[in-house]
């Protein structure tokens, strides 16, 4: 906001007399007072806003403002906001389940609905177990929402513990597993018939895939069940890691394509909405560097609470009295 008069005598002959704690100045040169520009004012849940989905510095916002950074920093400790579970009652769909982590000891776990993109489910964990999954989806349900299949990125746990819940293997997992043991360049040939083989299956009907992968596995039988001796005289399987990857697909194979199932019509193949919603978190995190892990957790909760709708954020504050 860009001052025009003097708020004592309404003079338009104003000048910038200095920044103070970071705050612009201006006297009026027909009266000598000394003001502030006043801006707009400062509210703690304007300023979170500002923070998180305007992605602005401490010293940004202090300088919209108009008042010192000390200012914005102490409406900071007013902000206290907890995630709650939305309530959903009628509500049905698909749901995407993930976690993602910053660094080895805490995370979110999150779930979202596949049409939408809605926040289901957020919750701080330490540790990926298969009880944080089954409680989201607990809690999920309990909310009223009806869950008609879930996609997941490939915990061997969860396909027994959700497996009341249609269940679909995110199908770009796979073939990160999959390369993950072959490479990006296999030289092996049965390697490299496998590696083209897994990356057609986005394109494959269900059927298709598992009748070239059974001919995979006879036409490589043999060399599959190839065997060396050590020098300590024990006999060991000479292609391991494709022996391991061959069981890794024989056990996700029957939910690779649960989304091609007439009673899941409109089920994602894939994690991308959840995996891109965690990569523009991470972003806009990336835009304020070095938060302490409390400060993490509190800008992760409002962007997922501006992401439902901007209303849910303000609402929590009571400005009046910022």
Not at 14 to 24: C, F, S, T, V
Not at 52 to 65: N, R, S
Not at 173 to 178: D, E, P, R, S
């Amino acid at each position: 906001m860009y001052i025009t008069k003097c708020p004592k005598c309404k003079s338009s002959d104003i000048k910038k007399n200095g920044i103070r704690r970071g705050a612009q100045f201006y006297k009026c040169k027909s009266c000598g007072k000394q003001f502030l520009n006043p801006g707009s004012k400062p509210t703690p849940g304007g300023i979170l806003q500002e923070y998180v989905a305007g992605k602005q510095t401490i010293a940004e916002i202090a300088f919209h403002h108009h008042v010192s950074e000390a200012t914005i920093k102490r409406l900071f400790h007013k902000v206290v906001v907890a995630w709650q579970q939305p309530v959903l009652p009628g509500r049905h769909g698909y749901v995407h389940l993930d976690a993602t982590y910053w660094g080895h000891n805490w995370g979110i776990m999150l779930a979202i609905d596949a049409e939408t993109g809605e926040v289901l489910y957020l919750a701080f964990i330490r540790h990926e177990t298969t009880r944080n999954f089954v409680d989201a989806i607990t809690a999920i349900v309990s909310a009223g929402y009806r869950i008609d299949g879930i996609i997941i990125d490939g915990k061997t746990d969860l396909f027994s513990a959700l497996s009341y819940y249609p269940l679909q293997m995110c199908q770009f997992h796979m073939i990160q597993i999959v390369r993950r043991y072959l490479t990006k360049n296999p030289k092996l040939i049965a390697s490299k018939e496998l590696m083209r083989l897994c990356r057609s299956m986005v394109t494959m009907r269900g059927t298709d895939f598992a009748m070239a992968y059974e001919g995979w596995k006879t036409r490589w039988r043999d060399f599959l069940n190839r065997r060396t001796t050590h020098k300590d005289g024990r006999s060991y399987y000479l292609h391991r890691r494709l022996r391991t990857l061959v069981h890794s697909i024989d056990f996700y194979l029957p939910y690779l394509f649960t989304f091609q199932r007439p009673d899941c019509k409109g089920m994602p193949n894939t994690n991308n909405k959840i995996e891109g919603t965690f990569t523009d978190l991470k972003t806009n995190l990336n835009n304020h560097c070095g938060l302490t892990k409390e400060h993490r957790q509190l800008f992760i909760t409002a962007y997922f609470l501006m992401r439902q709708k901007p209303s849910n954020l303000l609402s929590l504050f009571d400005d009046s009295s910022a």
